[in-house]
């Protein structure tokens, strides 16, 4: 075993850093082993050093990231920080002075994630970032090398453990988006200011982050197709039970069919409840992969969290530091394919649409001739009378986004219609 110690700096220390901490300090033995050459954490820079940091050895605390990512003792920097700057900047001058680097920061590696792999190589250092993803449950990995050998063609999931939890809690006891958002916050889940989770932007990064790394290409967080949560209504949810399915926020990425190009997309779908990912409950996250060899695989567990996401840290820090000890890098970006990503009109999904119409003769031919003329074929439709009114429920094959829009588009249009009660997306069939 190599005697000298591989030194690790951390940038950050909030709930994930401080857990970072705890294993670091406690486990080292164990890791030590692991690794094949002591680790040992050098310095903890922070924004506020006069914070209580419980079982955070003050005499590591600093609050100069810089002066820390450039000592060229440090072999592995640690960025938990999140954003885009300081972060960007830290990362870059770590690998200008030799160090590998574990990140979680998502929002980065979707906007940035080319640029900073570019930089990595060219210093011949490693960029790591399990933890980005789903917190704790294994993605990037299993995608980046245990699939490596495969070929994916689609991955959907439920990445934003926030969102689940409102959803959940709206399908479980009927509350409006509101009211389970209020109990989200009051349990922790949700955030002082929520929209990253709900408007779906935290979301859409991881699903650019599994995008890129399944498909071999390049996926930045502009070319995901994004539609947050906070529009589902109870009666969504109603409309969901009666056709046997709930309402999930999902991210999707996929092959087209021909595979010449992949899409990348988060919106709120139906899903049956015979699907498993309908059974994920409360704050978890679950991701499925359908591979051309491997057929379906589902992974699962909690996506957030100090200690969860300090696992999917210390597992990278593990294997940049086997890395640094075998003198080699780990796998790098993989763009090769250069597949473009397609807009969402050219997404071919199913529809659910409920309206609002005057219940009188020929209204339900009218309603059909529009989706006939948009090319948009019926699969069910059910229909309730109530006072000369009628409640028009129609679900549709599989049909392009883009028709299925000007189809909706259209039917608001006609007078009958008096409105569009919901509309969504059914996925998972
Ligand atoms: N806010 C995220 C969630 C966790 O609710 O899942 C960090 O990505």
């Given at each position: 075993m190599r005697t000298r110690p591989l030194k690790v700096a951390l940038l950050g220390c909030g709930v994930v850093g401080s857990e970072v901490t705890r294993i670091m300090t406690t486990h080292t033995d164990d890791l030590t082993q692991r690794i094949g050459a002591p680790v040992e954490l050098v310095g903890i820079a922070v924004r506020r050093p006069d914070r209580v940091r419980e079982g955070v050895p003050a005499e590591l605390i600093t609050t100069d990231a810089t002066a820390l990512v450039k000592r060229d003792d440090v072999d592995v920097v640690v960025e938990v920080i999140g954003g885009i700057e300081p972060a960007r900047s830290l990362i870059t001058t770590a690998f200008e002075?030799?160090?590998?680097?574990?990140?979680?920061?998502?929002a980065l590696l979707a906007q940035d994630?080319?640029?900073?792999?570019?930089?990595?190589?060219?210093?011949?250092?490693?960029?790591?970032?399990?933890?980005?993803?789903?917190?704790?449950?294994?993605?990037?990995?299993?995608?980046?090398?245990?699939?490596?050998?495969?070929?994916?063609?689609?991955?959907?999931?439920?990445?934003?453990?926030?969102?689940?939890?409102?959803?959940?809690?709206?399908?479980?006891?009927?509350a409006g988006y509101s009211e389970a958002l209020d109990e989200a916050t009051?349990?922790?889940?949700?955030?002082?200011d929520p929209t990253a989770d709900v408007e779906g932007f935290d979301a859409a990064a991881k699903a650019a982050i599994l995008a890129g790394i399944a498909f071999h290409t390049r996926v930045r967080l502009d070319d995901v197709y994004r539609e947050g949560m906070t529009e589902v209504t109870a009666a969504d949810f109603a409309s969901a039970k009666q056709m046997g399915c709930t309402i999930k926020l999902l991210a999707i990425c996929e092959r087209a069919a021909d595979g010449r190009s992949v899409t990348a997309r988060v919106h709120p779908a139906m899903i049956p409840l015979t699907h498993p990912l309908a059974s994920v409950r409360g704050a978890y996250n679950a991701v499925f992969i359908e591979a051309e060899a491997a057929g379906q695989l589902m992974f699962y567990g909690p996506g957030a969290g100090g200690a969860p996401t300090a696992s999917a840290v210390l597992g990278d820090i593990v294997a940049v530091c086997r890395n640094k000890v075998a003198e080699a890098t780990g796998?790098?970006?993989?763009?090769?394919?250069?597949?473009?990503?397609?807009?969402?009109?050219?997404v071919v999904t199913r529809y659910h649409i409920s309206l609002d119409v005057a219940d009188k003769p020929g209204v339900l031919a009218q309603v059909a001739t529009v989706f006939a003329e948009h090319g948009v074929s019926i699969d069910?439709?059910?229909?309730?009378?109530?006072?000369?009114?009628?409640?028009?429920?129609?679900?549709?094959?599989?049909?392009?986004?883009?028709?299925?829009?000007?189809?909706?588009?259209?039917?608001?249009?006609?007078?009958?219609?008096?409105?569009?009660?919901?509309?969504?997306?059914?996925?998972?069939?």
């Open positions: 002075h030799g160090a590998s680097v574990v990140s979680a920061n998502k994630g080319a640029a900073l792999h570019a930089a990595a190589e060219q210093h011949g250092v490693d960029l790591y970032y399990e933890a980005a993803v789903a917190g704790a449950i294994p993605l990037v990995r299993p995608l980046r090398e245990s699939l490596a050998g495969d070929k994916v063609n689609r991955v959907l999931g439920i990445v934003n453990g926030t969102t689940n939890f409102i959803l959940d809690k709206m399908d479980s006891s009927g009051a349990l922790g889940y949700a955030e002082a796998p790098g970006e993989s763009a090769y394919t250069r597949l473009p990503v397609s807009t969402m009109g050219e069910t439709v059910r229909q309730q009378g109530k006072d000369g009114e009628a409640s028009l429920v129609v679900v549709t094959h599989r049909a392009a986004d883009a028709a299925l829009s000007a189809t909706v588009e259209a039917l608001r249009k006609l007078d009958t219609v008096r409105g569009v009660a919901s509309i969504m997306r059914v996925e998972g069939e």
